[in-house]
């Protein structure tokens, strides 16, 4: 399934599916890009990044999609699990002087 | 060991109260943060410090008082709580200055009677 985190959408998928969250970031000139995983009762922790001179990188299980002519970045989940249910917040930074937070995008996983 | 701990977890108070949430972090960084988070779950940043120097000072009422004593501490003090303070507040930390992968607390939850 997928979604676009500028409110606080949720994102319901089945267990095993593949999950993509979507976040269009504001400033065409941000660097450099992170998500964060938010669980309940948790502080948001780093899954993963990507810098402005990349399209694609990929981690464990999770891949990041940017594409700067339309300012959107992507985060794939594979085989999504019980554990990945969470807030997924994307950040961005200029310059590593200013940086942004999205407003988040509730993912839901289905068992 | 805990990376990022902040005291109190929960915090409930009257309005009009002063009260103080610390913040320490054994990384060995050199910023630290304050966010403030809604029931919306949006995160917004209220402070930053580098090396005990202030360098983000976002919009936010002048009751709220951020002190570092040290690189591995920052702590938040507001003064004269009101309603619309209840919220979650969290401390962060990182290695080098703004936008750098940060580690975050679990939180302070505020509730303002």
């Known amino acids: 399934g997928e979604s676009v985190g500028l409110h606080l959408p949720t994102l319901s998928v089945q267990e095993g599916d593949n999950s993509i969250i979507n976040c269009a970031y504001s400033?065409?000139?941000?660097?450099?890009f992170i998500w964060y995983k938010q669980e309940s009762g948790k502080g948001p922790q780093f899954i993963i990044d990507?810098?402005?001179?990349?399209d694609k990188r990929q981690g464990q299980r999770v891949t990041v999609l940017l594409n700067k002519t339309v300012k959107h970045l992507s985060l794939q989940i594979a085989a999504t699990q019980p554990g990945d249910s969470a807030v997924y917040f994307c950040?961005?930074?200029?310059?590593?002087?200013?940086?942004?937070f999205g407003s988040g995008t509730k993912l839901n996983v289905k068992p | 060991d805990t990376a990022v701990s902040q005291t109190p977890k929960y915090l409930v108070t009257q309005m009009g109260n002063d009260k103080s949430i610390k913040c320490e972090q054994n990384?060995?960084?050199?910023?630290m943060y304050w966010y403030k988070q809604d029931s919306k779950k949006f995160l917004k940043i209220m402070f930053s410090?580098?090396?005990?120097?202030?360098?983000i000072n976002e919009t936010v009422p002048n009751r709220f008082s951020p002190k570092s004593p040290d690189k591995a501490h920052l702590n938040l003090h507001i003064n004269s709580l009101e309603l619309g303070d209840s919220a979650v507040y969290f401390c962060?930390?990182?290695?080098?200055?703004?936008?750098?992968?940060?580690?975050f607390g679990d939180g302070t939850r505020l509730s303002i009677l």
């Open positions: 962060a930390s990182s290695q080098g200055r703004n936008g750098a992968p940060q580690h």
């Open positions: 400033n065409s000139a941000s660097d450099y």
């Open positions: 990507i810098r402005s001179n990349m």
């Open positions: 950040a961005e930074t200029y310059n590593f002087n200013k940086f942004y």
């Open positions: 990384l060995g960084h050199d910023t």
């Open positions: 410090y580098n090396n005990k120097e202030l360098i």
